[in-house]
């Protein structure tokens, strides 16, 4: 059965439960409030919670086994807004919060995490199960499952789309799996995050609150580079985008954009409230002397690109779940929804007292809205006159990876992302190489060997590629010529080659920028570009053979990270092989 006709049969099938569904929180809570009557900067920047994955005795560090819940419970983003319903990460409801308690763990020492579903028998934002959605039976309880973003892991604990579970693990998912995921922490030191990755609900359950930091610390690597750290001078950022209604409800528009065929689905979820790990443009105040900061882009489809008002620059040394070769300075940094930024910000070079953290992003990236007054700005740092002696440094050396080495690559492949639309030319759905999860899977890597990846993207949108398990560096982006004479024959026949892309790869080069040439898990895929990308389904920092078997069902996944996107459905399935 085609696509459309799929959805079409879903549409009916559960047009009756979608006429509830949708009439939520978000049509009961009074009108979207005025994002400009909060006054800004007036709440300190939380420090989130930590909970070590480890523990100590007798002098001998040890593996943790860790009870993490999901819970309903009210937040506060802003003095002046209402308590939010919520969806957090905690290790109990009293102590559960928005962004969820950073996870700090060990290399080499294994992490054992059962995570705990309480939440209620009904989301508290709107559903569309015209969508490809994870749905129990009997139709009551919030289906979860978690993915830990950049984690290297056997695939039973990856968090497979469909491996979801409801509360106290009644009703489960048709890959689930185990109670209890096991990360070995045996990949390169560096920043990941865990969050929820439910089939259709991802872009509700993170809007709800579930998400979280994973800081896989490496004291005999890292140390040596003195750069700042403990809890005051090194501090994870979750920045994300949301909407609030005058009662403090989470605001998500209950009615799609093509409404006969998706009740619900909207292409791209944006807010004009900007929040920092769970404050609404919070304040910071700041010694004169360096910080460390792990900014993670948590937005839906935001992308961020930021900059200090006061032309403060940051000092690049890792991106994503990796360090780079020797640290990059610049003036601004572009991050896709789910990138992350591992900056260092020295304060002492402010000539001002205060420095604004500011956002000058399109939305949706990179041909969208202009910024405006409200989403413009993200935090404000308050900067102390006295300057002081600095023990932190950032030395002229990071930590080397191996380079991207072509010889090795054992493969080519070709990944097409697809955007389809309606009648009234308003997207319905979007595929990679035109297909859905469930098609059969064409991916098949090897374990230990490396690939190159021609992401070729026919679509107005810059999309986040995202791939679970592997790690890459971006090679080229080349611009397509005669676009819409390749994109018509992709249309019909989903073949590059036949298509002749190398005929059409042949326009303007883009340069990778210096910051983003390390070992990646997400990078942006310009529109009417093809980006070559060289993966790798191996460990980049040692020689080592991954500790699990990586060819275990359910396997992994790999998509557009912007949510909306990837519940609808641009995801593919990623099995390796022996």
Same mark, same amino acid.
């Given at each position: 059965?085609?696509?459309?006709?799929?959805?079409?049969?879903?549409?009916?099938?559960?047009?009756?439960?979608?006429?509830?569904?949708?009439?939520?929180?978000?049509?009961?809570?009074?009108?979207?409030?005025?994002?400009?009557?909060?006054?800004?900067?007036?709440?300190?920047?939380?420090?989130?919670?930590?909970?070590?994955?480890?523990?100590?005795?007798?002098?001998?560090?040890?593996?943790?086994?860790?009870?993490?819940?999901?819970?309903?419970?009210?937040?506060?983003?802003?003095?002046?807004?209402?308590?939010?319903?919520?969806?957090?990460?905690?290790?109990?409801?009293?102590?559960?919060?928005?962004?969820?308690?950073?996870?700090?763990?060990?290399?080499?020492?294994?992490?054992?995490?059962?995570?705990?579903?309480?939440?209620?028998?009904?989301?508290?934002?709107?559903?569309?199960?015209?969508?490809?959605?994870?749905?129990?039976?009997?139709?009551?309880g919030v289906p979860t499952v978690v993915h830990l973003?950049?984690?290297?892991?056997?695939?039973?604990?990856?968090?497979?789309?469909?491996?979801?579970?409801?509360?106290?693990?009644?009703?489960?998912?048709?890959?689930?799996?185990?109670?209890?995921?096991?990360?070995?922490?045996?990949?390169?030191?560096?920043?990941?995050?865990?969050?929820?990755?439910?089939?259709?609900?991802?872009?509700?359950?993170?809007?709800?609150?579930?998400?979280?930091?994973?800081?896989?610390?490496?004291?005999?690597?890292?140390?040596?580079? *003195?750069?700042?750290?403990?809890?005051?001078?090194?501090?994870?950022?979750?920045? /994300?985008? @949301?909407? !609030?209604? =005058? +009662? #403090?409800?989470?605001?998500?528009?209950?009615?799609?954009?093509?409404?006969?065929?998706?009740?619900q689905w909207q292409p791209e979820y944006f807010g004009?409230?900007?929040?920092?790990?769970?404050?609404?443009?919070?304040?910071?105040?700041?010694?004169? *002397?360096?910080?460390?900061?792990?900014?993670?882009?948590?937005?839906?489809?935001? /992308?961020? @690109?930021? !900059?200090? =008002? +006061? #032309?403060?620059?940051?000092?690049?040394?890792?991106?994503?779940?990796?360090?780079?070769?020797?640290?990059?300075?610049?003036?601004?940094?572009?991050?896709?929804?789910?990138?992350?930024?591992?900056?260092?910000?020295?304060?002492?070079?402010?000539?001002?007292?205060?420095?604004?953290?500011?956002?000058?992003?399109?939305?949706?990236?990179?041909?969208?809205?202009?910024?405006?007054?409200?989403?413009?700005?993200?935090?404000?740092?308050?900067?102390?006159?006295?300057?002081?002696?600095?023990?932190?440094?950032?030395?002229?050396?990071?930590?080397?990876?191996?380079?991207?080495?072509?010889?090795?690559?054992?493969?080519?492949?070709?990944?097409?992302?697809?955007?389809?639309?309606?009648?009234?030319?308003?997207?319905?759905?979007?595929?990679?190489?035109?297909?859905?999860?469930?098609?059969?899977?064409?991916?098949?890597?090897?374990?230990?060997?490396?690939?190159?990846?021609?992401?070729?993207?026919?679509?107005?949108?810059?999309?986040?590629?995202?791939?679970?398990?592997?790690?890459?560096?971006?090679?080229?982006?080349?611009?397509?010529?005669?676009?819409?004479?390749?994109?018509?024959?992709?249309?019909?026949?989903?073949?590059?080659?036949?298509?002749?892309?190398?005929?059409?790869?042949?326009?303007?080069?883009?340069?990778?920028?210096?910051?983003?040439?390390?070992?990646?898990?997400?990078?942006?895929?310009?529109?009417?570009?093809?980006?070559?990308?060289?993966?790798?389904?191996?460990?980049?920092?040692?020689?080592?053979?991954?500790?699990?078997?990586?060819?275990?069902?359910?396997?992994?996944?790999?998509?557009?990270?912007?949510?909306?996107?990837?519940?609808?459905?641009?995801?593919?399935?990623?099995?390796?092989?022996?």
């Amino acid at each position: 059965m085609a696509l459309m006709e799929r959805i079409l049969v879903l549409h009916l099938m559960f047009f009756a439960l979608s006429r509830v569904v949708v009439h939520s929180a978000a049509t009961t809570g009074g009108g979207i409030i005025n994002p400009l009557k909060l006054e800004m900067f007036v709440d300190e920047l939380p420090d989130m919670p930590k909970i070590k994955g480890y523990y100590a005795a007798n002098g001998v560090v040890k593996p943790k086994k860790l009870e993490i819940g999901m819970f309903e419970k009210k937040w506060k983003f802003h003095r002046d807004l209402p308590p939010t319903p919520v969806f957090a990460f905690g290790t109990s409801s009293l102590t559960a919060s928005v962004p969820g308690p950073t996870i700090e763990a060990l290399h080499g020492i294994d992490t054992y995490v059962t995570w705990q579903n309480h939440l209620p028998p009904n989301h508290i934002l709107p559903i569309d199960p015209t969508i490809p959605t994870a749905m129990p039976s009997n139709k009551k309880g919030v289906p979860t499952v978690v993915h830990l973003h950049g984690g290297i892991d056997e695939p039973e604990s990856d968090g497979y789309a469909k491996s979801w579970f409801t509360a106290g693990f009644e009703e489960k998912g048709p890959t689930w799996t185990n109670e209890t995921y096991h990360y070995h922490n045996m990949q390169q030191p560096g920043n990941t995050w865990y969050h929820d990755h439910t089939m259709g609900l991802t872009r509700v359950n993170l809007l709800a609150g579930l998400i979280g930091a994973y800081i896989l610390r490496h004291p005999d690597v890292e140390a040596p580079l *003195r750069l700042p750290s403990g809890d005051v001078f090194d501090r994870p950022l979750f920045v /994300f985008d @949301r909407n !609030f209604l =005058t +009662n #403090g409800s989470i605001y998500m528009n209950s009615t799609g954009n093509n409404p006969s065929i998706h009740p619900q689905w909207q292409p791209e979820y944006f807010g004009d409230v900007i929040v920092v790990n769970g404050k609404a443009w919070p304040r910071m105040t700041v010694r004169r *002397r360096k910080y460390r900061f792990r900014i993670i882009n948590a937005s839906n489809a935001r /992308f961020f @690109r930021f !900059f200090f =008002t +006061n #032309g403060l620059r940051f000092i690049h040394v890792g991106s994503d779940s990796a360090y780079l070769g020797k640290p990059v300075v610049t003036n601004d940094t572009v991050l896709a929804p789910a990138e992350i930024a591992d900056v260092v910000i020295d304060f002492s070079e402010s000539t001002s007292d205060v420095a604004i953290l500011a956002n000058d992003a399109p939305y949706p990236y990179p041909a969208g809205n202009p910024v405006n007054d409200a989403n413009g700005k993200v935090m404000k740092f308050i900067i102390l006159k006295n300057r002081e002696t600095d023990p932190w440094r950032v030395p002229e050396k990071l930590i080397e990876y191996p380079s991207a080495d072509l010889s090795a690559a054992s493969t080519t492949r070709y990944i097409a992302m697809y955007e389809y639309t309606s009648n009234t030319g308003k997207p319905t759905h979007l595929l990679i190489n035109a297909k859905t999860l469930e098609d059969p899977v064409t991916e098949t890597p090897k374990v230990g060997t490396s690939e190159v990846w021609e992401v070729i993207n026919l679509t107005g949108d810059n999309h986040p590629l995202h791939i679970h398990l592997g790690l890459f560096k971006t090679l080229d982006q080349t611009e397509l010529v005669n676009l819409d004479e390749f994109t018509a024959c992709m249309n019909k026949i989903n073949d590059a080659i036949k298509c002749n892309l190398s005929k059409h790869a042949r326009g303007k080069k883009l340069a990778v920028p210096v910051h983003e040439q390390g070992w990646k898990n997400v990078y942006k895929i310009t529109p009417g570009y093809v980006t070559r990308i060289l993966v790798r389904f191996s460990y980049v920092h040692a020689n080592a053979s991954y500790p699990f078997d990586a060819t275990a069902e359910p396997g992994y996944v790999y998509h557009c990270h912007i949510l909306d996107h990837e519940d609808n459905i641009m995801m593919r399935p990623l099995k390796l092989i022996k």
